[in-house]
């Protein structure tokens, strides 16, 4: 069964500064999808981006990208320039492309904007 | 556009209650899911569908159960409701899809049982 690791469980930035989230994961499959979904306080689950494992250039939308290295099973996720309205839990998830299409998420990363 | 939407968005309830978490979709989307987030947690899948008449257990299955009679909902059953099932609860719906296809989720069931 494939597993995702986020070890951050709190991570703090200045606003207009850069911050990067980790994220590992475990498979064993060759081809998978991966994403960052953004948790607001309103609970609501918002994709940032996505990645698909086949595809070697990292995935870009707008200030967020992500470094995927496939041969370490790493994906983290840049946010350039943070913004008060980025401060959420982040969650990584893993994606097989057999069977239900079913999501694997981490544990979450809290982020806090300091103005 | 609705989307996924789940009702209610708060209940309380009490020891060896039993309640139904309502969720539709009107995306005409195969594939659905019931996950469940505890405090400080990821979400963890509880249940899912991949289309009308077919459901299989995830993750958590223990305590809930599910039907899914047509394509547009996926109720979510629990029975006799223990504190160990106090959690956000998230339904969301994809299109079954060879592609790297999106999944969207519902705003979230807030249940507490005391």
């Known amino acids: 069964a494939q597993t995702v690791t986020q070890s951050q469980p709190e991570m703090s930035v200045q606003e207009a500064e850069t911050v990067t989230l980790s994220c590992t994961y475990d498979?064993?499959?060759?081809?998978?999808?991966l994403f960052w979904y953004k948790q607001p306080p309103s609970r609501q689950m918002i994709l940032v981006i996505r990645?698909?494992?086949?595809?070697?250039q990292n995935a870009t939308e707008n200030r967020f990208s992500v470094n995927f290295q496939k041969a370490a099973k790493s994906f983290s996720l840049k946010i350039s320039d943070s913004q008060l309205g980025d401060a959420a839990m982040y969650f990584c998830?893993?994606?097989?492309?057999?069977?239900?299409?079913?999501?694997?998420f981490g544990q979450g990363t809290r982020l806090t904007i300091n103005p | 556009n609705a989307g996924v939407t789940q009702t209610p968005k708060f209940r309380i309830l009490k020891i060896g209650q039993s309640m139904t978490l309502q969720c539709t979709q009107d995306?005409?989307?195969?594939?659905m899911y019931w996950y469940r987030q505890d405090p400080g947690m990821g979400l963890k899948l509880i249940y899912y569908?991949?289309?009308?008449?077919?459901?299989d257990k995830g993750e958590v299955p223990n305590g809930y159960n599910v039907s899914r009679s047509t394509t547009e909902d996926f109720p979510l059953r629990l029975e006799l409701a223990a504190p160990s099932q106090t959690s956000v609860y998230f339904c969301?719906?994809?299109?079954?899809?060879?592609?790297?296809?999106?999944?969207?989720f519902g705003q979230g069931t807030r249940l507490t049982v005391v």
């Open positions: 998830a893993y994606r097989s492309p057999m069977g239900a299409q079913k999501l694997v």
């Open positions: 990645q698909e494992a086949y595809k070697q």
């Open positions: 995306m005409n989307h195969n594939y």
């Open positions: 569908s991949v289309g009308a008449g077919i459901t």
């Open positions: 498979t064993s499959e060759s081809d998978y999808y």
């Open positions: 969301a719906s994809s299109r079954r899809s060879t592609m790297n296809t999106e999944a969207f």
